[in-house]
Structure formats: C-alpha cells, structure tokens
C-alpha cells in the first residue's frame, strides 16, 4: 500500500498525460494565464511549480532539466528572461487557480490557472488592507 502515490492520472496513459501537461506549462509560461478544467489545472500546478522553482539558478544545467519537461524552445527562454525576475524571488506559490463555472456540454468545472505576479488586478497599489479592533472601545456619553 503506497500511500503518497497521489498522481491525477487524468485519463490518459503516461505518454498522453505527460504531453498533455508539457503542452499546458508550455501556454502557461507563453500566455500567463489559461482556461481549462478544475482537475487539469490541478495537475498543472504540481508539475509547473518544481520547474519554475529549477529556474532560479541561471546556467545550462538547469535550462536542459527544464527543457526535458516542457520540450519547447520558446518557453524555455521566456522563464529565464528578465521579465520573469519578479517570479523567482518568490519562496513559492507562484501560480492561482480561481474557479470559473462549469461547461456546458458535461457540466465539467472549469478555471483559470495564472502566474501570480502577473495579474495586475490583485497587484493594485490602492487596495487597502482592513483593520480590525479587539476589545470594548470606549462609550460615549
């Protein structure tokens, strides 16, 4: 009984399933934020976070481990142009998946899946943050 075997297998065979996800990481890297369904986004987070965290260190190594995962070329020098500079002094969590209503057709849940430093809604300097008191406040008379 091997308990941390937790792999959404999707339902596909591993070739289908590994091809699936290098593709998706791929348009992730490329275009920042995709829609696809609950489950798949899921599995993108699990595969993408440990690639990104590999492309903190800058050298050849670490762009032929990553190129083995995601298999194209573009995607590969997009994360580590300077654009992605903000990403790799994150500690982590650098994706966020918000849930986005169901299909139509199979009634399948779908969301985005984004870069977390590259959302410019959840970035705004004039949110301001609520303060909550503890304890009786004074009365007034």
């Known amino acids: 009984m091997n308990y941390k075997n937790n792999n959404n297998h999707l339902g596909r065979k591993y070739g289908h399933r590994k091809s699936l996800l290098s593709n998706m ?33 800058d050298n050849t190594h670490s762009r032929r481990n990553i190129f083995s995962y995601l298999k194209d070329k573009v995607a590969v020098s997009e994360l580590f142009k300077d654009t992605f500079q903000k990403v790799r002094e994150r500690a982590g969590g650098y994706t966020r998946i918000i ?37 009786k406040g004074k009365k007034v008379k």
């Open 25 to 57: 990481a791929s348009s992730l890297i490329k275009k920042k934020k995709i829609f696809t369904t609950l489950s798949k986004a899921k599995a993108l987070k699990r595969y993408i976070e440990p690639i990104i965290t590999k492309s903190k260190i």
């Open 99 to 135: 849930k986005a209503g169901f299909r139509f057709g199979d009634r399948a849940t779908l969301s985005f899946i984004e870069l977390v430093d590259f959302n410019t809604i959840y970035i705004s300097k004039n949110v301001k943050k609520s303060v909550r008191r503890r304890g």
